[in-house]
């Protein structure tokens, strides 16, 4: 999708789906391979609203709009800061957001009937057409409504949040810092209550979570 993008291509609405991925790319470009039977696309959409696309709270957006639909499904998902959701304590599926050339890329990948290594979850048996349309119709609605204001994300949020409450460990751009976590505010930022007080997290990665 970037080297059509960058190409010149009109990318608008279009969604590249993957069978398999070979060299696939998350957060802080780490590569990874997804084996046939999960559910791996991206969706671009220009950004006619003056920057609107471009809001860090983006990717909990989807995550929630995902996670709650998968609720829906059946399947009792929660979201973990930043760009993931979780099925029990098994990472589900991974969410990339990119802003590039006023477009704004979302990637999403699931896995369904993959082969997952252990303490990994998959939506198992789950029909794979359904999973990437689900996908798409829950992107398209959370950027609608964060173009359009909507307000609200925030509170369901919160009964979906997998780390709230437990002690974590997260690797952020001045060091390392541990404390409990206590959510996240309107702007997608993590709070880390420690000894010294509160903390605002707008990026990082949480190395480890467990109970207090």
């Known amino acids: 999708m970037r080297q059509r993008l960058e190409g010149g291509e009109p990318v608008h609405g279009l ?3 993957a069978a398999e991925q070979l060299a696939g790319r998350g957060r802080r470009e780490n590569i990874w391979a997804s084996q046939r039977g999960g559910s791996y696309q991206t969706l671009a959409l220009e950004d006619r609203w003056d920057g609107a696309l471009r809001t860090p709270a983006t990717t909990l957006r989807l995550a929630v709009a995902l996670a709650e639909a998968l609720r829906a499904a059946g399947a009792k998902a929660t979201v973990k800061w930043p ?6 304590e098994g990472k589900l599926l991974g969410i990339l957001c990119e802003y590039l050339r006023r477009h704004l890329l979302v990637g999403v990948g699931v896995n369904v009937n ?6 990994i979850a998959a939506l198992a048996g789950w029909d794979l057409e359904y999973v990437h349309e689900l996908v798409l119709h829950e992107v398209h609605s959370a950027i609608s409504d964060g173009v359009t204001g909507a ?6 949020f919160a009964p979906l949040d997998h780390l709230r409450g437990r ?15 206590q959510g996240v ?8 209550a420690t000894h010294r007080g509160q903390f605002r997290v707008e ?3 949480v190395l480890d979570w467990r109970s207090p």
């Open 167 to 181: 002690l974590i460990t997260v690797q952020t751009p001045r060091g390392v810092m541990t404390g409990v976590s």
């Open 203 to 205: 990026e990082g990665t």
């Open 15 to 17: 969604v590249i789906r």
């Open 151 to 156: 307000r609200g994300w925030l509170g369901r």
């Open 114 to 119: 993959n082969p997952v290594p252990p303490g």
């Open 185 to 192: 505010d309107e702007g997608g930022a993590l709070l880390v």
């Open 83 to 88: 760009n993931d959701v979780y099925l029990g």
